[in-house]
C-alpha cells in the first residue's frame, strides 16, 4: 500500500553570500501536513467490531477502514515502550510499534490517520492493540505484538499540526474500572485522569521506579480502590522521589492478563507519560515515617486538620470506666494495665502533664491492639512508638484519630507476639509479612528466578546512590513459644565486590539497632567465586534458644559502598521452628566425602548414614560405571545429582543400609529406587523402622520385573511418633555367592509427625 506523507519542517534554503551584515532573509513557508484518507470508523466502533474474548488472538482486516485519533501518549520520557496511544473521543487505542523516539513525529495532540485494510489487531496478554502476528510457541497462541515501523509509517498519515486542545483526559474512579468484556473495550488505552489518591509507598525514599527493574507503585483512593501504577526503570522521571500527599494522576490505561483463558483474571495498569502527569501532590516530608511529628509538633498541628505519623513514648493506658480524661489520676501511669483498649503517649516517659500527652484507640481484633496493649506486654511501657493517624480529640484528651489498627499504621522499639514458625521459599514474592528496610541507597531486596528456582536478591549493581543498606526482614517470630528454635536458610552469592558485605542478625526492635538486642548470628555463607555465582549453601541449623525471652526479627542485611563491581546475594528456604530440610532427608551425597565409587565396601556419611557391603553410585549426563544417568538429580535441584547407596545382594556380603537415630517422627517415607546393572531375578528389600532397638514396622519391597536403567520411586504412610531408626536390608532374591540382586536407593525423605 502506497502512503503519503507531508512533514511539518522549516526548510533552510542555503547559505547565501554575506555582503553586508545588514542583509535580510525571507522565512520559509510553512507547510501543513493534510491526509489523504478520510476517517470512516470510530475507534469505539473499530475495537467492538475486532474485539474476542480470548486473551490473545490476531485477526486481519479485510475492509476498507479507516480509522483516526490524536494523540494522547507516546514515549518522550522512556516510560513508555514502542507505543503509541490515540483518541478520538469515543475510546482509545493502542498501536504497538517497532520503533523508537516516536514522539519525534508523533507529539501529543498530533491527530493521525489510518488506513487499517490488510492490517492486523489483536491482543497481547489481554491488550487489545494495533501490531503484527507472533506466535508464542510455549503458550500456543498467536498474539499481537510490534508492528514494524516502516509498516506503520506506510498505513499512517499525519494531519494537521499538534493540537493538545484535542487530547481528550477522561474522569476516572478507580471503582470504575472491572474486568468484564465491555469495560475493557471502554477503558483499554484510554487516556484518564484519577482525582483524590494518593501514593502507599510514597515514604520520601522511594522512588518511581527501581534502578534494575520496571516497578510497580499502586495509587489508593480514598475508600481503599488501589490501581497499579507501572514505572520504568528506563524513564527520566525514575529517580524522582514518590509524589507525597493527595494528588491527580493522568496517565493511558492498560491491562494485562496471562491466564489462557479467563477474561476477568487480569491486572488494569496506568502508565504516566511525565512527571507531570502527577498533579498537585505535596513536596513536604513532614508527617512521613521518615519524618514523623513529634507529640508536641502533633497537638499544634490538631487545628490544622494535620495527619501523619507521630514519634512519641509510651507512658499509660486510660483506666477502667473513664469516658472523659479530667486529671491525671484517669490515666494508669504503669503496666500492666487493667484494660488493653488504648496507649497514651507523650514526649517523653516522665510526663504526666495531660496537655502534653495523647491518646490512640487499639482497634479490637487489629495486629495493633494484639502487640501494642499494655495489658497483655508490659515492655511496651516506656518504649519508643510510631503511630499514623489524624489529630484531633478523643476522650477529652489530644488524640490520635482514625488508625485502622493494621501493622502498616504503627511501629514499636520492643516487638511483642509474633509467630512460632517460618517456612519461606520466594515462590510468590516476598510476602507483605516480610519488611523490605532501605536506611540509605537506593538498592532493595526482589526477587528472581532461575531454573524454575525463585528466590530472594539483593545487589548494588546499577544503583546510583551509594552507600547502600538494604535489609529484608521476617515476620516477628516469637522463639519463647517455639517448639523447635533453629533457624536454616540456604546463600548464593555471585560475582566479586570490594565493598560488598552480606550478614544475618537477631533484634527485637521492629527495626535493627532500635530495641534492645541487635546480634549477629554465627551461620555458613556462600563464597564468591572468582567469576559467576556459587551454588546455594546451608546455613547450618542455628540454635536461637538463648533468645527464648520473647520476639525476635530475623534481618538479612546487604552493605556496600561505592565501587565498579557489586556481588549479588540471594537468599532461598528460611525456615524456623521447624525441622530444617537436613532433618527430613538422608544426607546420601557425602557418602564417601561425595565421590561415587564402584567397589563394595563400607561407607558411612558425615550425618551418620551407615552403608554395609554397598557401593556409591552417582547420577549424571552419561553412563559410565559408577555414574548413571537415571539416577538423576537431588530432590528439588535442578543442577545438583543425587548420589546412590548401591547394596549387595550377595548372600555371604548382604547389603544394608542404616540411619542414625532419626527426631521428630516419621509421617511419609519416601525414595528411589533402581538396578545400575545386569539382573536376572529383578530386587527385593525390606525396609525396617525401629524405636529402642524394636522393629515397630516392616515395609517390603519387590519388583520381579524392575528394568536396568530405570527410576522407581517406593512411597508409604508411617505415622509414627518420636525417635526411630531406618534400617534396609536386601533380601538377595538369588541368593547368588556373587555380586548379584544389586539395588541402589537414592533421595531418601520423609515428613515429620
Known amino acids: 500500500m502506497k502512503r503519503i506523507f507531508v512533514y511539518l519542517s522549516v526548510l533552510l534554503l542555503g547559505v547565501g553570500f554575506f555582503s553586508s551584515c545588514n542583509e535580510e532573509f525571507d522565512t520559509p513557508p510553512m507547510v501543513v501536513p493534510q491526509a489523504t484518507h478520510v476517517p470512516n470508523m470510530t475507534l469505539a466502533e473499530f475495537k467492538a467490531k475486532y474485539w474476542q474474548d480470548k486473551n490473545n488472538y490476531i485477526d486481519t482486516v479485510k475492509e476498507d477502514i479507516v480509522i483516526h485519533g490524536w494523540v494522547t501518549a507516546n514515549d518522550v520520557s ?93 474522569p476516572l474512579n478507580i471503582s470504575d474500572l472491572k474486568t468484564d468484556a465491555e469495560s475493557l473495550k471502554k477503558w483499554q488505552g484510554r487516556l484518564v485522569r484519577i482525582d483524590d489518591v494518593h501514593f502507599p509507598d510514597a515514604d520520601g525514599v522511594n522512588t518511581f521506579a527501581n534502578a534494575d527493574a520496571t516497578t510497580n507503585r499502586n495509587i489508593e483512593d480514598a475508600n481503599g480502590n488501589t490501581l497499579m501504577m507501572r514505572n520504568s526503570n528506563y524513564a527520566t522521571f525514575r529517580a524522582n522521589m514518590l509524589p507525597m500527599g493527595n494528588g491527580s494522576v493522568v496517565g493511558v490505561l492498560s491491562y494485562y492478563n496471562t491466564s489462557a483463558s479467563k477474561l476477568d483474571g487480569g491486572t488494569w495498569q496506568i502508565y504516566i507519560r511525565t512527571a507531570d502527569d502527577c498533579i498537585g501532590f505535596s513536596t513536604s516530608t513532614k508527617g512521613l515515617i521518615s519524618d514523623p511529628y513529634s507529640v508536641e509538633e502533633a497537638i499544634d498541628a490538631e487545628a490544622e486538620d494535620k495527619s501523619g505519623w507521630v514519634s512519641g513514648v509510651v507512658v499509660g493506658a486510660v483506666a477502667p470506666e473513664v469516658n472523659e480524661v479530667k486529671t491525671a489520676d484517669d490515666i494508669e501511669w504503669r503496666a500492666p494495665t487493667t484494660l488493653d483498649n488504648t496507649l497514651v503517649i507523650a514526649p517523653s516517659a516522665d510526663c504526666r502533664d495531660l496537655s502534653k500527652c495523647m491518646v490512640v484507640s487499639l482497634p479490637q481484633g487489629t495486629p495493633f491492639r494484639q502487640n501494642a496493649n499494655l495489658a497483655s506486654w508490659p515492655e511496651v511501657l516506656h518504649t519508643k512508638i510510631l503511630i499514623k493517624g489524624k489529630f484531633g480529640k478523643f476522650m477529652g484528651m489530644h488524640a490520635i484519630l482514625n488508625n485502622s489498627g493494621s501493622k502498616d499504621e504503627f511501629r514499636l522499639s520492643v516487638t511483642t507476639g509474633g509467630v512460632t514458625s517460618v517456612e519461606e521459599n ?316 544389586r539395588v541402589a536407593i537414592w533421595n531418601m525423605t520423609w515428613t515429620q509427625n
Not at 119 to 136: E, S
Not at 426 to 451: C, H, L, M, Q, V
Not at 561 to 579: E, K, L, M, P, R
Open 78 to 170: 522512556g516510560n513508555i515502550y514502542k507505543c503509541l496511544y490515540i483518541s478520538d473521543g469515543t475510546a482509545g487505542f493502542a498501536m504497538s510499534i517497532n520503533g523508537n523516539s516516536l514522539y519525534n513525529t508523533y507529539r501529543v495532540g498530533q491527530e493521525v490517520v489510518i488506513n487499517m485494510k490488510d492490517c492486523f489487531v489483536g491482543k497481547y496478554n489481554g491488550q487489545q492493540q494495533v501490531g503484527y502476528p507472533q506466535y508464542y510457541e510455549s503458550g500456543g497462541v498467536w498474539e499481537a505484538t510490534f508492528l514494524p515501523l516502516a509498516t506503520f509509517q506506510s498505513i499512517a498519515e499525519i494531519n494537521g499540526l499538534p493540537d493538545p486542545a484535542k487530547v481528550d483526559t477522561v
Open 426 to 741: 520466594f515462590e510468590n514474592g516476598i510476602p507483605s509479612e516480610w519488611t523490605i528496610y532501605t536506611p540509605s541507597g537506593d538498592k532493595k531486596w526482589y526477587t528472581a528466578t532461575f531454573d524454575e528456582n525463585t528466590y530472594a536478591c539483593i545487589t548494588g549493581f546499577k544503583g546510583t546512590k551509594p552507600p547502600y543498606e538494604a535489609w529484608l526482614i521476617s515476620p516477628a517470630i516469637d522463639i519463647k513459644k517455639a517448639k523447635n528454635r533453629k533457624l536454616s536458610f540456604k546463600s548464593q552469592v555471585g560475582y566479586q565486590g570490594p565493598t560488598d558485605k552480606f550478614e544475618v542478625y537477631i533484634f527485637n526492635g521492629q527495626v535493627p539497632f532500635a530495641g534492645t538486642v541487635t546480634d549477629k548470628l554465627n551461620c555458613t555463607l556462600a563464597v564468591a567465586p572468582s567469576s559467576g555465582y556459587s551454588g546455594f549453601v546451608e546455613s547450618g541449623d542455628i540454635d536461637l534458644s538463648k533468645y527464648a525471652d520473647g520476639t525476635y526479627y530475623i534481618g538479612f542485611r546487604y552493605t556496600a559502598g561505592s565501587a565498579s563491581n557489586y556481588q549479588t546475594w540471594c537468599i532461598d528456604d528460611v525456615t524456623f521452628g521447624v525441622a530444617s530440610a537436613a532433618a527430613t532427608r538422608g544426607d546420601f551425597e557425602t557418602f564417601n566425602n561425595g565421590t561415587a565409587t564402584a567397589t563394595f565396601g563400607n561407607y558411612e556419611t558425615r550425618a551418620g548414614w551407615k552403608g554395609t557391603n554397598v557401593s556409591i553410585l552417582k547420577g549424571g549426563a552419561s553412563d559410565a560405571n559408577p555414574v548413571f544417568t537415571f539416577i538423576g538429580f537431588k530432590n528439588n535441584s535442578t543442577t545438583e545429582y543425587a548420589m546412590a547407596c548401591n547394596l549387595n545382594g550377595k548372600n555371604s556380603a548382604v547389603g544394608k543400609l542404616v540411619s542414625p537415630v532419626l527426631e521428630g517422627g516419621l509421617g511419609k517415607l519416601t525414595f528411589n529406587y533402581g538396578v545400575a546393572y545386569t539382573e536376572s531375578n529383578g530386587v527385593s528389600f525390606r525396609v525396617d523402622i525401629k524405636q529402642g532397638g524394636t522393629v515397630v514396622k516392616s515395609l517390603n519391597v519387590t519388583n520381579a520385573d524392575a528394568v536396568k536403567y530405570t527410576a522407581y520411586e517406593f512411597s508409604e504412610e508411617v505415622n509414627l511418633k518420636g525417635e526411630f531408626t531406618i534400617e534396609v536390608t536386601n533380601l538377595s532374591p538369588s541368593n547368588s555367592t556373587s555380586n548379584k540382586d
